[in-house]
C-alpha cells in the first residue's frame, strides 16, 4: 500500500546484515576480537548465499574487493608485521598456477589464463603466484644465458596485463630449484657449455659466472616494459612481489652458509634494481643450525640438512616477507590422516610464531594442498585442509598477527585436467572448496575494505561497505 515494495533478496539480506554492524554503537569495537567474532558470525550465518558465483552471477567477494580498490592501483608496501595497500590492510587469499606464460605464449591455449583470473577473481582471489622463468626448456623465455624469445616474453605481458584486468597480483619467481622449465641445473648446464668446471648443481649458489647469469635475468626481466600497458615490470603495482626462487635448496652444504650468502647478495641485487616492490625468498620454512629449540617443528630430521635455516634465511638485508610451504603428504606420509591437520596447524603456528618475534614481518603461506593421488584420498579431507590452514589464517589476523595471509596449490580453469599433478582444484568441479575458498575471501576482504584508523569515520569518501550497499540498494 501506498507505493511499490522494494523487493529484498538474498543480496539485500547479506549487505545490510553486514552493514549494521559497521554503523552500530558496537562498531568501534569492531577490530576487537569480540567484534572480530561479531563479524564472523555474521559472515557464517550467511555463508549460504556466498556459493561459487556462475559467470552472470552477483559476487559479494568481487563488491568489497571493488569498494576496496582506491582511484590508483597502488603497489603493495609491508608495514610492521602486516601487507598494506595505501596504508590499509591487504590480507591475502590467493594461489598458484604456474605455467601461466607458457600457456600464454600460444593463442590455442592463451584464453585459459582469461578463464582463470575470471574464475579467481568471482571467488574473491587477490594474487597469484607464477612463474617468470622458464629455462632453456620447451617455450623458453631464457633460451641461453641473456638470449630471450621475445614471443615469450610479450606473453608474460599477457598474463601480467590480464591480471590487472580482474584486480589480481603477481608473484613472479625468478627461477627454480628444481629440474622443471631449467632452473638451477640448467644454469649449470649452461656453464659447463661454457668451459667452467663444475661438479655439482649447487654450484649456482657460489659461481661468480653463475651468479652473474642470474642477476643479468633479474634485470632483463624486472626492466622489462610491458608491450600491452607500456608499464615497465619494476613500476608496475599488479606485481605483488618478486621472488628469488621456488624453493631454495643446498644440500650441499647443510650449515647452510652458501644459501645464505646467496640470499643475501641476490635480494641486495634486486632492491638495487627495483627498490620499491616486495622481494621474498620462496623457502618452504625448514628451520636449521640458527634456531636448535625450533627443529622440533620440521616434518622430518632430514629437513634440517638441506641447506635452509628459516629464521637466519628471512633475516637477510632485503627481504620484505616470509615464505613457508605445506605439504604434509610428501614430508610426513603419503596416506591421509589427521596428522597432516595436526602438523599443518603447529607448522603455520610456529612460523607466525617466529615473524612476528624474530622477523618482524609478515609471513606467507605460498604453497599449501593435497593431491588427489595420495592414498585415502577424498575431497571431504582437502575441504578439512582448506578450511585449517585459512582458519590458522584468521586466528592471527584478528589479532593482527604477521598471517598475511596463503595460495592455494594449484587452481585450474575448466580444460585443463591433463596439466593436473593431483593438487589442482578446478572451482566448476569442486563446489564445496569454491565455497569454502569464497567464504575466506569475504573475510579477508571485510578487514581490508575498512578505512584506516584515522580517517575511519572523517575520511570524505563513502566506507566501501556504505557504497555497494546503496549500489544494490534498488536490487
Known sequence: MG??????????IVLVTIFMIFISPCSSTF???????????????????LAYPSTNDWSPVEELNDGMEDDAWQLVQKKG??????????????????????????????????????????????????????????????????????????????????????????????TNNWDAYGGKAQYVKW???????????????????????????????????????????????????????????????????KLQ??????????????PKHLVEIGLEGFYGPSAPA??????????????????RNHQALGIDFASVHIYADSWISQSISDVH????????????????????????????????NDPGY????????LSTVYKTILNSTRKGGSGGGSLLWQLFPDGTDYMDDGYAIVLSKSPSAANIITLHSTRLALFNSRCSWKCRWGCKKKHPIEEFLLRYDEL
Open 3 to 12: 507505493g511499490p515494495k522494494r523487493k529484498m533478496t538474498t543480496q539485500n
Open 31 to 49: 577490530f576487537d576480537a569480540s567484534g572480530f567474532e561479531q563479524l564472523e558470525t555474521v559472515v557464517e550465518n550467511v555463508e549460504d548465499h
Open 81 to 174: 608485521n602486516q601487507f598494506v595497500v595505501n596504508d590499509q590492510p591487504f590480507y591475502v587469499n590467493g594461489f598458484n598456477t604456474y605455467w601461466l606464460m607458457v600457456f600464454s605464449a600460444d593463442q590455442s591455449t592463451r584464453g585459459k589464463v582469461t578463464d582463470l583470473f575470471k574464475q579467481a577473481s568471482l571467488v574473491g582471489l587477490t594474487v597469484c603466484r607464477t612463474w617468470a622463468f622458464n629455462d632453456g626448456q620447451w617455450r623458453a623465455l631464457q633460451k641461453s644465458p641473456s638470449v630471450y624469445d621475445e614471443e615469450v616474453f610479450k606473453a608474460l605481458d599477457f598474463v601480467i596485463s590480464e591480471a590487472r584486468k580482474y584486480k589480481i597480483r603477481l608473484i613472479l619467481s625468478l
Open 191 to 257: 656453464g659447463k657449455a661454457a668451459g667452467l668446471n663444475l661438479t655439482s648443481d649447487d654450484d649456482f649458489f657460489t659461481h661468480p659466472t653463475l651468479k652473474s647469469y642470474y642477476k643479468a635475468h633479474v634485470k632483463t626481466v624486472l626492466n622489462r616494459v610491458n608491450t600491452l600497458t607500456n608499464i615497465t615490470y619494476k613500476d608496475d603495482p599488479t606485481v605483488f612481489a618478486w621472488e628469488l626462487m621456488n624453493e631454495p635448496r643446498c644440500t650441499s652444504d647443510p650449515s647452510g652458509n
Open 261 to 274: 650468502d646467496w640470499i643475501q647478495e641476490m635480494a641486495v641485487y634486486v632492491k638495487s634494481v627495483d
Open 294 to 311: 625450533r627443529v622440533q617443528f620440521n616434518p622430518n630430521t632430514y629437513a634440517q640438512q638441506v641447506g635452509t635455516d628459516f629464521i
Open 341 to 372: 591437520l595436526q602438523f599443518t596447524k603447529s607448522w603455520m603456528e610456529a612460523h607466525i610464531e617466529d615473524a612476528e618475534k624474530y622477523l618482524g614481518m609478515p609471513v606467507m603461506f605460498s604453497e599449501f594442498g593435497i593431491s588427489s
Open 378 to 385: 577424498n575431497s571431504s579431507f582437502r575441504d578439512t585442509l
